[in-house]
């Protein structure tokens, strides 16, 4: 099985040598490619000094746009799985294994690391939780599924997925949206637990106002992708 | 009075075809279009040069000021235009994404071979 662990990458120049080399250190068998979504610092340099696959974006195309075009490259390069990490150090590489394997088995179709399924002990601010709580009970709503963990970036998918993202992936808020897009495709898709840590480098972009602002374009965006073809 | 809202809607929509026509012919506007503008542009100069089908129309309508009806029509006709105009950006943006990934991909690869 061709594992490739895809890193959106857009100015994080500070974490992304340590997230590559603890990724090796982890999953020694997958490839590994960055997609430098347009940084302005130095994180395509870096990564390609870190001798892993670069793939330079001309301008940044957010999120969603950066996360396809690693789905591409997965699907030019006929990879059997393809695995998201965060560039920002949060997502814990060890936990790349135990997401691949229900894959590996065929018992699902996406697997999602969850800060919220069993215990972890990943703090996060109120606002933020309130936000989680409201989309995870706005998708069991839509989808009659409960994911507890539906915004977390950290997740394998199959072959199957990689073809259907490198077609079509949402721009804005991709990792919500496509579970009601999953759901609607009759995939499996699984969370497992997984330890998420807090962010060293950066900050978040989180604020209250934002959140609000935040939650109700996903509300919107999710009521569409539902009553779309 | 030679210069009153007729004449002067009349001369206002004739500029406004030689305008969208000249466009076109410069390649500034593609004729796809340019064909709405043009259909606009003659709508136009055929209300303002025979009130009559104003008068008529707001009545069939029940508008009580003739004018009314020459508003909602622009407003009506810039709203789907508008509209229009949106979809057709939405498709430029999702192609430009596109390309902007075909590209990088590309330039990896060529990266690669290099190395090779």
Same mark, same amino acid.
């Given at each position: 099985?061709?594992?490739?662990?895809?890193?959106?990458?857009?100015?994080?120049?500070?974490?992304?040598?340590?997230?590559?080399?603890?990724?090796?250190?982890? $999953?020694?068998?997958?490839?590994?490619?960055?997609?430098?979504?347009?940084?302005?610092?130095?994180?395509?340099?870096? $990564?390609?000094? $870190?001798?892993?696959?670069?793939?330079?974006?001309?301008?940044?195309?957010?999120?969603?746009? $950066?996360?396809?075009?690693?789905?591409?490259?997965?699907?030019?390069?006929?990879?059997?799985?393809?695995?998201?990490?965060?560039?920002?150090?949060?997502?814990?590489?060890?936990?790349?294994?135990?997401?691949?394997?229900?894959?590996?088995?065929?018992?699902?179709?996406?697997?999602?690391?969850?800060?919220?399924?069993?215990?972890?002990?990943?703090?996060?601010?109120?606002?933020?939780?309130?936000?989680?709580?409201?989309?995870?009970?706005?998708?069991?709503?839509?989808?009659?599924?409960?994911?507890?963990?539906?915004?977390?970036?950290?997740?394998?998918?199959?072959?199957?997925?990689?073809?259907?993202?490198?077609?079509?992936?949402?721009?804005?808020?991709?990792?919500?949206?496509?579970?009601?897009?999953?759901?609607?495709?009759?995939?499996?898709?699984?969370?497992?637990?997984?330890?998420?840590k807090a962010r060293k480098t950066g900050k978040s972009s989180i604020t209250p106002l934002r959140s609000i602002y935040y939650m109700i374009k996903v509300t919107l965006s999710l009521i569409i992708e539902t009553i779309k073809y | 009075m030679f210069l009153n809202v007729h004449s002067i809607s009349i001369l206002f929509s004739i500029t406004f075809l030689i305008v969208v026509i000249e466009l076109v012919r410069k390649n500034k506007l593609l004729e796809q279009y340019s064909l709405l503008w043009i259909f606009m542009s003659i709508i136009l100069l055929v209300l303002s040069s025979t009130p009559k089908i104003i008068n008529t129309l707001a009545k069939w309508l029940d508008i009580k000021n003739p004018p009314s009806f020459l508003f909602l029509f622009g407003l009506v006709y810039l709203l789907i235009y508008n509209l229009h105009i949106t979809t057709v950006v939405s498709k430029q943006s999702k192609k430009i994404t596109r390309l902007a990934q075909e590209i990088a991909l590309l330039k990896e690869e060529m990266e690669n071979n290099k190395k090779i």
């Open positions: 099985m061709k594992i490739l662990v895809i890193i959106p990458a857009y100015n994080e120049e500070e974490s992304i040598a340590s997230v590559i080399n603890q990724i090796r250190f982890y $999953a020694p068998e997958a490839d590994i490619l960055v997609i430098n979504d347009g940084s302005v610092d130095a994180t395509g340099e870096i $990564a390609a000094k $870190a001798g892993v696959k670069v793939v330079n974006l001309p301008f940044n195309l957010g999120i969603g746009g $950066a996360m396809q075009t690693g789905y591409i490259y997965a699907k030019y390069h006929s990879y059997d799985i393809a695995v998201q990490v965060d560039a920002d150090n949060q997502h814990d590489p060890f936990y790349i294994n135990k997401l691949v394997q229900p894959i590996v088995d065929n018992s699902a179709d996406m697997v999602i690391g969850s800060r919220y399924v069993g215990k972890t002990i990943y703090k996060s601010s109120v606002f933020r939780r309130v936000g989680m709580v409201f989309f995870t009970f706005l998708i069991k709503l839509l989808t009659d599924k409960w994911i507890m963990d539906t915004t977390s970036g950290f997740r394998a998918v199959n072959k199957g997925i990689i073809n259907l993202f490198a077609m079509d992936y949402p721009v804005d808020y991709p990792e919500v949206d496509v579970l009601v897009r999953l759901y609607k495709k009759k995939f499996r898709v699984i969370e497992l637990p997984v330890e998420m | -």
